[in-house]
């Protein structure tokens, strides 16, 4: 059996974990919980929203989480492997468990977040779609995961 690359668990683990605790329980610190809105306001994009609960907002890690046409568009520069771990004090794009948890947040099948741990660097852009949103994502060993999720208005 072919082992997994370390990209792969880095998704995987996440995923594993929150489904052994069930959703909404016990939480990683590595993979924050998307937190409830609690507003009586109209509602925003849920990709904005998502990108809020995951607390990408005001991070450090915010530069690699651009949104765009208003809170319906989010491109997602994901952190290159660093098998040498030569940029561990270095902010080189979104961890993996950011990016499960914006997933999770923007109510990601769990069929498309294998379909993107999945992707190696010869599938080139790859596609989905699900409820309002459609994502496109690409991924290189050396930049990483780039993921674009858009929301139909």
């Keep these: ?5 370390a990209r792969a668990w880095t998704l995987a683990l996440p995923l594993v974990v929150m489904g052994l605790a ?15 809105a609690t507003s009586s306001a109209p509602a925003e ?3 904005k929203q ?4 995951c607390k990408l907002d005001d991070s450090v ?3 690699f989480a651009t949104l765009g ?5 989010i491109t997602m520069q994901g952190s290159p492997e660093d098998p040498m771990m030569t940029n561990v004090l270095k902010v080189t794009g979104v ?7 914006v997933l ?9 977040v294998s379909q993107i741990d999945a992707t190696r660097a010869l599938d080139g852009m790859q596609k989905a779609s699900w409820d309002k949103i459609s994502a496109t994502w690409t991924y290189h060993p050396k930049q990483g995961l780039k993921l674009i999720l858009a929301e139909s208005k």
Excluded: N, W
Aim: some cysteine; hydrophobic content about 35%.
């Design 50 to 53: 998502a990108r809020q609960s």
């Design 104 to 112: 999770k947040a923007a109510a990601a099948p769990d069929s498309v």
């Design 95 to 101: 961890p993996d468990g950011l990016i499960v948890c």
């Design 1 to 5: 059996m072919k082992a997994l690359p």
């Design 45 to 47: 994009p849920l990709i």
């Design 61 to 63: 890690f915010s530069p």
């Design 22 to 36: 069930g959703c909404g329980g016990a939480s990683d610190a590595s993979t924050p919980e998307p937190s409830a």
């Design 69 to 73: 046409d208003a809170g319906y568009s």
